[in-house]
């Protein structure tokens, strides 16, 4: 039998015949037989839980229409963005940084945007960046006679 490799890969993925018929537009029986041609057991049925935190995060975020993002999600007790994996308590905005940076964050990670509540990756700052911004800042100071 031929596999087309799309429906390959949504089957080796995890997901399931109906799931993959409606997204790739084709009929759930060539998927059943795609799986039984792969030897793949029945996906199982139910809610997916998120495989990493990144996943979870960005099932929790809002994308606002000037590139900003809220978060949808549950708060802490100090009303800061926070979500459950893995049976521990995160912070949504350390995940952003690290989804912007690559990196774990040093110390407190809050918006450098402004905008109080963001959460969108590219606007989080964590003390080793608001450091150095201070840096620059002052470079600029010192070089042109003004404040950034």
């Given at each position: 039998?031929?596999?087309?490799?799309?429906?390959?890969?949504?089957?080796?993925?995890?997901?399931?015949?109906?799931a993959?018929a409606?997204?790739?537009?084709?009929?759930?029986k060539?998927?059943?037989?795609a799986?039984?041609?792969?030897?793949?057991?029945?996906a199982?049925?139910?809610y997916k839980?998120?495989?990493?935190?990144?996943d979870?995060?960005?099932?929790?975020?809002k994308?606002?229409?000037?590139g900003?993002m809220?978060?949808a999600?549950?708060?802490?007790?100090?009303?800061?963005?926070?979500?459950r994996h893995?049976?521990?308590n995160?912070s949504?905005?350390r995940?952003?940084y690290?989804?912007?940076t690559?990196?774990?964050?040093?110390g407190?990670?809050?918006p450098?945007?402004g905008?109080?509540?963001?959460v969108?990756?590219a606007c989080?700052?964590?003390?080793?960046t608001?450091?150095?911004d201070?840096?620059?800042?002052?470079?600029?100071?010192?070089?042109?006679?003004?404040?950034?």
């Amino acid at each position: 039998m031929n596999i087309r490799a799309d429906i390959a890969e949504l089957l080796h993925a995890g997901h399931s015949d109906r799931a993959i018929a409606r997204q790739l537009h084709v009929d759930a029986k060539t998927v059943s037989a795609a799986r039984a041609a792969l030897a793949l057991p029945k996906a199982k049925s139910g809610y997916k839980a998120a495989a990493t935190p990144e996943d979870l995060f960005w099932r929790r975020v809002k994308p606002l229409d000037d590139g900003h993002m809220e978060w949808a999600g549950s708060r802490n007790s100090s009303g800061l963005p926070s979500l459950r994996h893995g049976g521990r308590n995160l912070s949504a905005y350390r995940i952003a940084y690290r989804i912007a940076t690559g990196r774990e964050p040093e110390g407190h990670v809050k918006p450098g945007c402004g905008r109080a509540g963001c959460v969108a990756p590219a606007c989080q700052t964590d003390r080793a960046t608001r450091a150095e911004d201070r840096k620059v800042d002052a470079l600029h100071a010192a070089i042109f006679g003004e404040s950034a």
